[in-house]
């Protein structure tokens, strides 16, 4: 069984940056589609980035686009979402994701199979 843990959250004033790490244990994330997703207060959960499983592709939402950048290390069984440019309306807790089957495109509809529980980014001046 695939487990996942974000860790990275925090405060940070606007403008400034931050880096979520997604550490992997009990099987492996390569081949693996993986995807970041954020929920804030009273609104649906959201996909913000992923990365394919296989031809290892991007996918963002127009949100984020050019200020997030998702990546994946597979020998360190970790995937990471670095956020720069954070503004007010990137306050979320956000999630990492993980597809069970191998070598899927990504997508940032909430279609995985396995969660993280979460790590609070909170942007505040």
């Known amino acids: 069984q695939l487990q996942l843990v974000e860790s990275g959250g925090g405060l940070v004033q606007p403008g400034g940056s931050l880096r979520l790490s997604c550490a992997a244990s009990?099987?492996?994330?390569?081949?693996?589609?993986i995807g970041w997703f954020r929920q804030a207060p009273g609104k649906e959960r959201e996909g913000v980035a992923c990365?394919?499983?296989?031809?290892?592709?991007?996918n963002y939402a127009d949100s984020v686009k050019g200020r997030f950048t998702i990546s994946r290390d597979n020998a360190k069984n970790m995937a990471y979402l670095q956020m720069n440019s954070l503004a007010p309306e990137d306050i979320a807790v956000y999630y990492c994701?993980?597809?069970?089957?191998?070598?899927?495109?990504?997508?940032?509809?909430?279609?995985?199979?396995?969660w993280g529980q979460g790590t609070q980014v909170t942007v505040s001046s």
């Open positions: 009990g099987n492996t994330l390569t081949y693996r589609s």
């Open positions: 990365i394919s499983g296989g031809d290892g592709s991007t």
């Open positions: 994701a993980a597809d069970r089957r191998p070598l899927r495109l990504c997508v940032l509809s909430p279609e995985y199979d396995y």
